[in-house]
């Protein structure tokens, strides 16, 4: 007589979970193992502590050189707050663009895009995936960095500052970072995803996101008039409207409002990852 041993129910929920009725990898097993491939990088941890201590840093720093001056009226605040906050997102928004960019360029380095691919052959779900991670991640990285840096510039302001912390005008310009470092990781994504080299994808975004601010301002001294209305669509200066148009004075607020800051940044988003994903289904893995 021999006794048949029965795998327990429980031991098979987490394969069914994983996997659909034909056997393939879900979408729920592809969102998983893309959050254990990102958060297993060593560079992408260093790139969240990095962000996370320029942001605070540089919030400090400047809240610590206003505090007590003439320039840290009730009325100076809610702007002067939302300047600590951001002070470093210059060099921040490069962090979380190395980030964006290695969560796919990192397995064509390693060759894991093979094994990638092979267990999710139809692709797109791959690189919807990886763009879901990406801005889960950016979005907790810059909430975490953008907000903690307001909470810390306050606490050193001192009066008054807490009140203005939480006025509108000033979460909505904070929540405007966040998404401005979110967005512009999910274009070094889709960088990385159409480069497929990390070298070549970085200096793309650092030349979108930085250099390309600098080229504008030294094109202005020409005079030309397409200049100024071409450089305030660049992602940095959409950026930095996102992050000021709420307490800036009206009178002072450039063309480009809140939204269509958003907009367009959004827009830069989905240039990089729409040819991505199609150059993804299209051609060799390698």
């Given at each position: 007589?021999?006794?048949?041993?029965?795998?327990?129910?429980?031991?098979?929920?987490?394969?069914?979970?994983?996997?659909?009725?034909?056997?393939?990898?879900?979408f729920?097993?592809?969102?998983?193992?893309?959050?254990?491939?990102?958060?297993?990088?060593?560079?992408?941890?260093?790139?969240?502590?990095?962000?996370?201590?320029?942001?605070?840093?540089?919030?400090?720093?400047?809240?610590?050189?206003m505090?007590?001056?003439?320039?840290?009226?009730?009325?100076?605040?809610?702007e002067?707050?939302?300047?600590?906050?951001?002070?470093?997102?210059?060099?921040?928004?490069?962090?979380?663009?190395?980030?964006?960019v290695?969560?796919?360029?990192?397995?064509?380095?390693?060759?894991?895009?093979?094994?990638?691919?092979?267990?999710?052959?139809?692709?797109?779900?791959?690189l919807?995936?990886?763009?879901l991670?990406?801005?889960?991640?950016?979005?907790?990285?810059?909430?975490?960095?953008?907000?903690?840096?307001?909470?810390?510039?306050?606490?050193?302001?001192?009066?008054?500052a807490?009140?203005?912390?939480?006025?509108?005008?000033?979460l909505?310009?904070?929540?405007?970072?966040?998404?401005?470092?979110?967005?512009?990781?999910?274009?070094?994504?889709g960088?990385?995803?159409?480069?497929?080299?990390?070298?070549?994808a970085?200096?793309?975004?650092?030349?979108?996101?930085?250099?390309?601010t600098?080229?504008?301002?030294?094109?202005?001294?020409?005079?030309?008039?397409?200049?100024?209305?071409f450089?305030?669509?660049?992602?940095?200066?959409?950026?930095?409207?996102?992050?000021?148009?709420a307490?800036?004075d009206?009178?002072?607020?450039?063309?480009?409002?809140?939204?269509?800051?958003l907009?367009?940044?959004?827009?830069?988003?989905?240039?990089?990852?729409?040819?991505?994903?199609i150059?993804?289904?299209?051609?060799?893995?390698?």
């Amino acid at each position: 007589m021999t006794t048949a041993l029965i795998e327990p129910a429980t031991a098979r929920e987490p394969v069914a979970r994983e996997h659909d009725v034909s056997g393939r990898l879900s979408f729920d097993g592809v969102l998983r193992g893309e959050w254990i491939k990102l958060l297993s990088l060593r560079s992408i941890r260093w790139s969240i502590i990095i962000t996370i201590v320029l942001s605070w840093g540089g919030a400090a720093l400047m809240a610590s050189a206003m505090a007590g001056t003439e320039f840290a009226t009730l009325e100076a605040m809610p702007e002067l707050l939302v300047q600590s906050a951001t002070l470093s997102s210059m060099f921040t928004v490069l962090v979380m663009g190395i980030l964006g960019v290695l969560a796919v360029t990192s397995e064509y380095a390693s060759g894991l895009i093979l094994s990638s691919l092979a267990a999710v052959p139809s692709r797109t779900p791959l690189l919807g995936a990886k763009a879901l991670v990406v801005a889960a991640l950016g979005l907790a990285v810059g909430g975490l960095s953008t907000f903690g840096g307001g909470l810390i510039s306050a606490t050193i302001l001192g009066s008054g500052a807490f009140e203005a912390l939480v006025e509108p005008t000033v979460l909505i310009s904070l929540l405007g970072a966040t998404l401005f470092l979110t967005l512009s990781a999910l274009l070094s994504l889709g960088l990385g995803a159409l480069l497929r080299s990390s070298a070549g994808a970085i200096a793309v975004m650092v030349t979108l996101l930085f250099i390309s601010t600098i080229v504008f301002q030294i094109l202005t001294m020409t005079g030309w008039e397409w200049v100024p209305t071409f450089a305030q669509w660049m992602p940095a200066d959409l950026g930095h409207a996102l992050s000021t148009w709420a307490v800036t004075d009206p009178e002072y607020r450039g063309d480009v409002s809140y939204w269509a800051a958003l907009g367009g940044l959004a827009a830069w988003a989905v240039a990089a990852l729409v040819p991505a994903g199609i150059l993804l289904k299209t051609r060799d893995a390698a």
